[in-house]
C-alpha cells in the first residue's frame, strides 16, 4: 500500500520533464518533441476513440523499434535514416493493422486505425510462444480483452472465465466460496480434481500453487489485464508438467506514463471491492503499482434444509500488491523486475459446537520474477525469465458425525501448515530461417520443496493434539524443447514441436508421533523416484478458401503428481482422502480436427472435434463408505478417454454490438481400472455433458455500456460411483453489467449475477449450493 500511494503521490506532483512519451510493452522510451526526423501518430478505433497501450513496431531495413501508444493513443519514435517504414499495429480486441509509411511521405501526425478483430484475427502470443494471429495457429485458442473483461461483473477471474465454455473448475462454484485446494483448473474436462491439469501464466509466469497445483484466483490483477488468452488441447511439447489440458495466459497492460486508475465497488452482502493501478515513465524506466482489496460476509453453502448448529457462512478476505519495473536499456534490450505480495483468508462455512472454533485458512504468497529479452541483430530473439514463490498456508478440517438433528454437532480434527518454497526459471531463443520458417528452442526448470505440518485433534472434543506429523518432500524438474514453424505455401502453415521432461521426487518422510502412545507410521525416508518422459505434436492449418481454414493436430502431453498428491492428505465434509508417495505420472495422447468459417466480415464460426486418452490418470477413488463417512485414496486410476464436441459463433454487428454463442458436448469416461472394475464405463465425476454460454454486448462510450449473458451447464456426478444420490442437476444463470461513462476519465457502473437468483447444487454429503445473486455498483476513475 506503501509503494502504492508514493507512486501515485508521484504522478501528480511536479515537476517533469517536458517530453512526449512513446512507452514499450516491455520498456519505454522518451522522445523529445524537438526531434529533426520522427514518426508518430495516434491510434483509433473506429468510432473516433482513442487505443491506449496499443504496441507499434517500426520496422526498416536498418532495424525494428516497438513502443506502445501513450494514454491519448499518440506515439512518437525517431525515425530511421533513409527507405520505407512498415508499421504494424497490434490492440488487445482489434485486428492487426499494418501501414506503410513511403520515404517521402508525411510521418509526424499519422491517423491509424484499427478495426474490432474477429475470432481468427486476434494475436496470441501463447499457443507457439511467440507472436501469431489466431487464424494462423493449428490450435483452439480463445481470448477475452480488456472489453470482456470490463463488461462482466465478476470479481475474481475465474468467474470472468466461465464465458469460455471449455473452462471449469473442480467444483462448480466461484473461487470466492470454495477452499482454495479445491479451485484447480480443467479445460474440456480433461482430469477434473484440486490439481489444475491446465498451466496458469501471469505474463508467462507460472502461477500454479507450487505444492499443489490450484489456482488462488484472486491473485489475478484483473484491473491491469489487457487480454486473457486460453490453449485448449495438450500444450505439454511446449510448456511440459501442467500444460497437458492446454494453457491460460493473462497478459497485462504495458506500462503508460502519467496514469493512476481506480475501480471501486460496493455489493449485497456486505462485500466491497477496491482495484488500484498507477504507472509512469521515466526516461527509459516504466514503474507500475497494482492491487486490489476484497472483503465479503458470503453466504451459507450448505443447502437450507440440511443446516445445522453447524455451518454459517463461507466469507473471504484478501488484499494483493504487486509492483513492476520495465527498463529500456536500448531499443533491442528490455528487462523487467517484478514483486508481488498477497494475503488471503477464508472461513469455510462450519465451525465447532464444542469451543466455536472456525473451519479457515488462510495463505500468505512472496512472488518475485525478473526478466530479459535481446533482440538480435541477426532479428532472432533472446528471452530468459527466472522467478520465486514463497508460501505458507494454514487450514484447519472439521468433522460433521451423524447426530439427530443432522448437522448439530462440529469438532475439530486436524489442523495443518504448509510451507512452500519455489524456485524456476526459463530461457528461449527463436529466429526466422529464411521467409518460411520460424525456429524456436528453449529450456526450464523448476524446483519445488514444501512439507505439510499437521496436528491431529482428539475424537471427542477436538481441542487437544494427540498425533504430530510431518509430511512433504522436494521436486526438481528441468525441461527442453524445440518447435519449427514451416509455411512451405501460402495456404498451409505446419508446427511441429517436441520437448523432454525429467523430474525426481527426494527427501520424501512421513514422521509421525503420538502424544497418547498410540501406533504411528512413521516413515522417515520414503523412495526417491525419478522420470522421463517425451512429448512430440505435429500441427497443420490449411486456408481453404478466403472464408474457410481447417486444421488439426495430434499430440501427447504429460502431468508429474504434485508434493500435494503425494504426501498430503485432507478432509472435505464428511468426505476424507488420503495421500499417495507412489503415485506415478499421468500420460495424455490425443489430437483435435477444426474448421473455422468466417461466413461474412462481421460471422465466425468454428467447431473443433477433440479425442483424448489419459494413461494412469490421478483421480480420487472410493475405499470405504460407513454411512455419510467416505474414505478416498488419490491413486492413478488405469485408463480415460475425453472425446467431443465444442463450437463457438461471434457476430459482430457495427461497431457497438457484439453477440456470441459457444457450446462443448464432452463425454469424459474411464475405460479401463484394473482395481475396481465397477468403474469402466463410468463418468468422471464433476464433468457435464453438455456446458455453454450465450453472451450480447452493446458498446457505446457517448451513451451506454451494456452486456448481458447467460451460462448454462448439464448434469454431472459428484463421485466415481455415479451414485443416483450423488448426480448433480443442471443448472442456467444469467449475469449483467451496464455503465456510463461522463467525459473521459469516470465511469458509472453496476453488475449482477446470478440474476434471478437461482439454486444450484455445488456438492453432496451435505447439499452444497453455488452464490446466490450478487448485486454489486461503483465507480471507475482512470486519470492521465
Known sequence: MLAAAALLFVLVSGPLPEVSWASAGDG?????????????????????????????????????????????????????????????????????????????????????????ATITEAVTVTATRSEQRTGDVPASVSMLDRQDIKQSPALVADDVLRQISTFSLFRRTSSLASHPTTQGVSLRGIGPSGVSRTLVLVDGVPINDPFGGWVYWSRVPLENTDRIEVVDGSTSSLYGNYAMGGVINFVTNPVTPKTVGVKAQYGSRNTPKVDFLGSHVWGKLGVTVDGNVFDTDGYAIVRANERGRVDNNAAARFWNLNVKLDYAATDRVRTFVR??????????????????????????????????????????????????????????????????????????????????????GMAQWSRALGPKQYFTAGTDFRWVDGDSEENGLDGVTGTQVTLKRVSGGTQRSVGMFVQDVIVPMPQLTLTLSARVDSWRNYDGHNLETSLIGAPVNNVPSLPT?????????????????????????????????????????????????????????????????????????????????????????????TLSQVGQNVTQQRQNLGKTRIRGLQSDVEYRIGAAWKVSAAYVYDQAKVTDNPSNLAL?????????????????????????????????VGSQFDDDLNQVTRRLPKFALADMVASRAFGRNVELFVGVQNLFDAEYFVGTLPTTVGAPRLVTGGLRVRLH
Open 529 to 621: 523416484r525419478s522420470d522421463t518422459v517425451a512429448s512430440p505434436r505435429a500441427a497443420a492449418r490449411y486456408h481453404l478458401t478466403r472464408r474457410v481454414d481447417v486444421w488439426g493436430d495430434i499430440g501427447w502431453g504429460f502431468r508429474a503428481p504434485t508434493l500435494n498428491e503425494l504426501y498430503r492428505q485432507f478432509r472435505v465434509g464428511q468426505t476424507l482422502t488420503l495421500a499417495n508417495n507412489t503415485l506415478g505420472p499421468e500420460r495424455l495422447g490425443g489430437g483435435e480436427a477444426g474448421v473455422t468459417v468466417a461466413a461474412s466480415p462481421n460471422v465466425t464460426l468454428r467447431t473443433t472435434w477433440f479425442d483424448n486418452r489419459v494413461k494412469d490418470p490421478v483421480s480420487n477413488v
Open 28 to 116: 519505454a522510451q522518451a522522445v523529445r518533441p524537438d526531434a529533426v526526423s520522427s514518426i508518430g501518430g495516434t491510434v483509433r478505433d473506429t468510432a473516433g476513440g482513442v487505443i491506449p497501450g496499443a504496441s507499434i513496431v517500426i520496422r526498416s531495413s536498418a532495424r525494428d523499434q516497438q513502443v506502445a501508444s501513450g494514454p491519448d493513443g499518440r506515439f512518437s519514435v525517431p525515425a530511421p535514416p533513409s527507405g520505407d517504414v512498415l508499421l504494424i499495429v497490434r490492440a488487445a480486441g482489434f485486428a492487426e493493422l499494418q501501414y506503410t509509411v513511403a520515404r517521402e511521405a508525411p510521418r509526424a501526425n499519422l491517423d491509424l486505425v484499427v478495426v474490432p
Open 339 to 424: 514483486a508481488g505480495y498477497f494475503n488471503e483468508n477464508r472461513d469455510n462455512g462450519k465451525a465447532s459446537t464444542i469451543d466455536g472454533t472456525e473451519e479457515a485458512n488462510d495463505t500468505t504468497w512472496r512472488a518475485a520474477s525478473a526478466g530479459v529479452r535481446v533482440r538480435m541483430p541477426d532479428r532472432s530473439d533472446l528471452q530468459a525469465t527466472v522467478f520465486t514463490d514463497v508460501e505458507t498456508f494454514h487450514s484447519n478440517f472439521l468433522a460433521v458425525p451423524a447426530s439427530t438433528p443432522a448437522r448439530n454437532i462440529g469438532r475439530m480434527t486436524l489442523t495443518q501448515t504448509v510451507p512452500t518454497t519455489s524456485v524456476g
Open 680 to 712: 469402466i464405463g463410468k463418468w468422471l465425476p464433476q464433468v457435464p455433458a453438455h456446458r455453454g454460454s450465450i453472451r450480447a454486448a452493446y458498446s457505446n462510450p457517448k451513451t451506454l455500456t451494456l452486456a448481458a449473458a447467460v451460462q448454462f
